[in-house]
């Protein structure tokens, strides 16, 4: 949680899937400026290896067992444990 990757800090990471997670909740990822950053950002991790899944505040709230599910299922095929989707 809260990690240093490159020169921007992740909200959540799992190196060896190569996985990150961010947290994005409307009050700070509002607006443009918001938009295009996060969007320069995670192309800049995708080019050292990473999938970024965007999460909002209300899915992480109001559905932690799908979203907790979601991302299982993305670690286990990231992993090569699951096929391709």
């Known amino acids: 949680m809260n ?20 947290t994005d909740g409307y009050r700070f990822h509002r607006g443009r400026q918001a938009f295009e950053d996060d969007r320069a950002r995670d192309l800049k991790l995708g080019t050292l290896g990473f999938e970024v899944v965007r999460l909002t505040y209300r899915q992480i709230l109001d559905e932690p067992v799908q979203t907790a599910d979601l991302i299982r299922t993305l670690i286990r095929r990231r992993l090569g444990l699951l096929p391709p989707a």
């Open 3 to 22: 990690v240093r990757v490159d020169r921007f800090t992740v909200d959540f990471i799992w190196r060896r899937s190569a996985l990150i997670v961010e």
